[in-house]
């Protein structure tokens, strides 16, 4: 009896982590979906995230609903099994909470929000297709020092540590749904507008389980201060600060950082990744091995 194993070959479109850094102009559209697509997004705001990367909601969340998800984020947070759960990452320095993964299939608060209307009706109408959870995680930047990410494109480790083959992904937050106050004083996420239009390839091979570490600092798929340099005087950099329970939604490969948040005033939002149905994720482009399923999904299951 034989047996064959189909291994469909998918084209490296954008390489990354070789020797070199090297762009590669984008080969995916932003917005797939029409723009007569009906939807919550208006026809000016999709050409808006074309465009620059990014979409600002003020209100996504209403101040009425903001205090569920404020609580819920902090029972997360104050639970010991939540930090004992290897889907928690904690500060590198204070030990505090820095991120919980998964937390659509931790917390019944935030399940619901990945399926509200709002929500995921945005993610399907710019993507143009059924979408999945690829990654969510809230992010609790407790003041006096609560460190930052440094500059990067999530889809640049979507694709070289997840095996994402396209750039079809929207994260609605990778940032976004601020629950406490985002003011621009305390670490607020920085985007490059325009910066998504290209892929900058970095340098350097993926160590093992480079995740343990990336999620704290992270050190492969770093751009060099050269294009770093370039990048900004190129696209500018904006600032989002935003009230408690406006989102921010932007393309997976726009090049966004955050700086560390030395006020007394937390700065915590949840971020859920949506990836189309027709983007499901493959072998690693750059890395000896997968990373774990609650940082890059293997259940492709659509949100319903
Ligand atoms: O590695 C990741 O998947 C995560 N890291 C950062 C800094 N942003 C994207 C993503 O959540
Ligand atoms: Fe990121």
Same mark, same amino acid.
């Given at each position: ?5 189909? *291994? *469909?070959?998918?084209?490296?479109? =954008? ?10 102009? $984008? ?11 009906? /939807? ?15 979409? !600002? ?9 903001? %205090? ?12 010991? &099994? ?28 935030? &399940? ?33 020092? &609560? ?15 997840? /095996? ?18 985002? =003011? ?16 900058? /390839?970095? !340098? /350097? ?21 050269? !294009?770093?340099?370039?990048? !900004?005087?190129? =696209? %500018?950099? $904006? ?66």
């Amino acid at each position: 009896m034989t047996t064959t194993t189909t *291994t *469909t070959h998918v084209t490296d479109l =954008y390489p990354t982590r070789g020797a070199t850094e090297v762009a590669t102009p $984008r080969q995916d559209p932003v917005v797939w979906g029409s723009p007569d697509t009906p /939807g919550p997004v208006s026809t000016g705001d999709l050409q808006a995230l074309e465009r620059d990367g990014f979409l !600002a909601v003020d209100q996504l969340i209403g101040p009425d609903e903001v %205090g569920e998800y404020r609580r819920e984020l902090e029972r997360l947070t104050t639970d010991p &099994a939540i930090r004992a759960d290897e889907r928690s990452i904690v500060e590198p320095q204070s030990k505090e909470i820095r991120s919980v993964f998964e937390v659509h299939k931790i917390s019944e608060v935030f &399940a619901k929000l990945v399926r509200d209307e709002r929500v995921v009706g945005r993610a399907r109408q710019i993507l143009g297709s059924d979408v999945y959870v690829h990654q969510s995680r809230i992010n609790v930047k407790p003041g006096f020092g &609560a460190s930052g990410f440094y500059w990067h494109s999530d889809f640049e480790t979507w694709h070289a540590e997840d /095996g994402l083959p396209n750039m079809r992904t929207i994260s609605v937050s990778i940032v976004s749904i601020a629950l406490t106050e985002n =003011y621009d004083t305390n670490g607020g996420l920085m985007i490059m507008p325009g910066s998504h239009k290209t892929f900058l /390839g970095c !340098a /350097g091979a993926t160590p093992k389980d480079n995740y343990k570490k990336s999620l704290q600092m992270q050190d492969a798929g770093t751009p060099s201060d050269e !294009a770093l340099t370039k990048m !900004a005087s190129e =696209y %500018g950099i $904006r600032l989002f600060t935003g009230k408690a329970g406006s989102a921010t939604w932007f393309d997976c490969n726009a090049m966004h950082g955050s700086g560390d948040n030395i006020t007394p005033f937390p700065r915590s939002n949840v971020f859920i990744v949506f990836n189309s149905v027709e983007n499901t994720a493959v072998e690693p482009f750059a890395a000896p091995v997968r990373r774990p399923e609650f940082i890059g999904a293997r259940d492709f299951t659509p949100v319903r």
